[in-house]
C-alpha cells in the first residue's frame, strides 16, 4: 500500500519489508530455541486474562485457563476461581502469568491456594520504555519467551 502510494520509494518500502521478515524469522527461531528448555508436560499457561492465544498456538503450549476472561474488566465468581484453583492443581501448572501493566490480585489469589507462582513480568498491550526489556516487537516477543522458559523449565 506505501509503494502504491508513494511509487518513488516503492523499492525502499520492499526492502525495509524484506528486512524485517528476515527479523521475524529469526526471532521465530530464537523463540523456539529459548522455549526448548520447556518441558511438554510444563507447556501449560494460565493467564490473568487471554492475551498468549497465539503464541501458545505457534509454541506448543495449551493455555488452559484464564482468570479474567477475555478482557481485565471481566470479574470471575467465586466458583469459577475455585474451579481454577482445582484445574492448576490437577494440571501441575507450575505459574500463573500476568502482564507488567495488569492488576495480579485475583491472580495472586488463585496461585496462593494452588501452592504456585504469579509472573508478573510480562508484557501484552505495551511496550516497555525505550531502555526497558522490550523496547521493541521483536524484543518483546522474545523477552516474554524468555519469561515463560524461566518459569516453566526445569
Not at 523496547?135 to 519467551?145: C, E, G, I, V
Amino acid at each position: 500500500a506505501l509503494a502504491a502510494a508513494d511509487p518513488d520509494h516503492a523499492a525502499e518500502y520492499q526492502a525495509n519489508a524484506a528486512a524485517y521478515i528476515e527479523q521475524l524469522t529469526a526471532l521465530d527461531a530464537d523463540v523456539q530455541a529459548i522455549l526448548e528448555t520447556v518441558p511438554e508436560a510444563r507447556r501449560v499457561l494460565v493467564t490473568n486474562h487471554e492475551f498468549l492465544g497465539y503464541f501458545a498456538h505457534r509454541y506448543g503450549f495449551t493455555l488452559v485457563e484464564s482468570i479474567l476472561g477475555a478482557t481485565s474488566l471481566d470479574e470471575p465468581d467465586p466458583q469459577r476461581l475455585a474451579a481454577l484453583v482445582n484445574t492448576v492443581r490437577e494440571q501441575g501448572v507450575p505459574a500463573i502469568f500476568a502482564e507488567v501493566s495488569a492488576q495480579s490480585r485475583l491472580a495472586d489469589v488463585v496461585a496462593q491456594e494452588a501452592g504456585v507462582t504469579v509472573e508478573t513480568s510480562l508484557y501484552s498491550e505495551s511496550l516497555s520504555a525505550a531502555d526497558g526489556p522490550a523496547a521493541t516487537y521483536l524484543d518483546y516477543l522474545r523477552y516474554n519467551a524468555q519469561q515463560i522458559a524461566a518459569a516453566l523449565g526445569e
